[in-house]
């Protein structure tokens, strides 16, 4: 499941309701991304997102998580629209037979979310506004599994 909001969430509610009915999975690995003041520089984060193209763009890399991590499941939730420091970002959950699946398939989306996904991100803060780019430790980051693919 891939979903966009507006709104707060709470990321144990949501590993909460991911984790229910799940007899034959053995291990869920999650990760939850949260919005930094970066020392007072940012007082609001701001996460734009093409609807509909966004999901879509998101949907293939995480059928392509699932295949290759061999997944039971997925779910990941991103924040759009205007966010405080201390909010949730993006809630990103996986379920596979063993944990070392589901640990690398996380790993993966989050690799790909931070530096791939059509995403523009801009920090407000007493300076002014900028518009955030992947750094060249995210570029890094993806690249690692350009070079393990199976």
Do not use: N
């Not at 589901?102 to 989306?109: Q, T, V």
């Amino acid at each position: 499941m891939i979903s966009l909001t507006d709104q707060p969430f709470e990321p144990g509610a949501l590993l909460t309701a991911f984790s229910q009915g799940r007899d034959e999975t053995g291990a869920i690995a999650t990760f939850t991304g949260l919005a930094r003041a970066e020392r007072g520089a940012t007082t609001t984060l701001e996460l734009e997102a093409y609807p509909g193209f966004t999901e879509a763009a998101i949907g293939k890399i995480a059928s392509e998580a699932k295949a290759r991590f061999a997944l039971d499941d997925f779910q990941i939730v991103h924040r759009v629209g205007a966010i405080a420091p201390g909010e949730p970002i993006v809630f990103v959950a996986t379920a596979a037979t063993h944990r070392r699946a589901a640990f690398e398939a996380c790993d993966f989306l989050m690799d790909y979310l931070k530096s791939r996904a059509p995403f523009w991100k801009k920090e407000t803060g007493p300076d002014g506004s900028r518009w955030i780019e992947p750094r060249d430790q995210d570029h890094a980051d993806i690249a690692r599994w350009e070079s393990t693919k199976p």
